[in-house]
C-alpha cells in the first residue's frame, strides 16, 4: 500500500484513537475518524458526478453548437436579409432551454464539489482541534 497523506492520516488518527485513554480525546478522535470516513466517500462520490456532469455539459454544450452551425449554414447562402439573419422563434426556445440546462448541469457541479470542500473543511477543523487540545 502507497504511503499517501490521506493514508498517514487515517493511521496516525485511528492508532491515537486506540491507545488514548482520554474520553475527551476519544470523541474528538472518533468524530475525526467519521469525517475521514465521509470525506473518502464524498470524493468518490465527487468523481463520479463531476464525470457524469462533464459529459452532460459537453453534449449540451454540442447540441447549442450544432443549434447555431444550423443558423448559420441555413443563412449563409442567402443575401445580407436583417430580417432572414434573425433566429426563429422555435430556435430561440430550444437554444433558452439549452442554455437552462446548461446552467443547471454547472450549478450541480459547483454544488457538489462544494459538498466536498465542506465534508473535508470539517475533517481539518476536527483535526485541528485534536492537534491542539490538551488533554
Known amino acids: ?78 443575401t445580407l436579409n436583417v430580417e432572414a439573419d434573425k433566429y426563429s422563434l422555435a430556435d430561440i426556445r430550444v437554444m433558452d432551454s439549452l442554455n437552462a440546462i446548461l446552467g443547471g448541469h454547472e450549478a450541480r457541479l459547483r454544488a457538489t464539489k462544494d459538498e466536498l470542500a465542506a465534508a473535508e473543511q470539517r475533517l481539518a477543523t476536527l483535526v485541528t482541534t485534536w492537534a491542539t487540545s490538551k488533554f
Not at 491507545?19 to 462520490?45: C, D, I, Y
Open 1 to 78: 500500500m502507497a504511503l499517501t497523506a490521506d493514508s498517514v492520516l487515517h493511521k496516525t488518527l485511528h492508532d491515537r484513537f486506540s491507545s488514548t485513554r482520554s474520553t475527551g480525546e476519544r470523541a474528538v478522535l472518533a468524530l475525526a475518524l467519521q469525517a475521514f470516513g465521509e470525506v473518502q466517500l464524498r470524493r468518490q462520490e465527487t468523481l463520479a458526478r463531476v464525470r457524469e456532469l462533464s459529459l452532460q455539459i459537453q453534449r449540451t454544450e454540442s447540441q447549442l453548437m450544432r443549434m447555431h452551425g444550423q443558423f448559420f449554414s441555413r443563412h449563409s447562402d442567402s
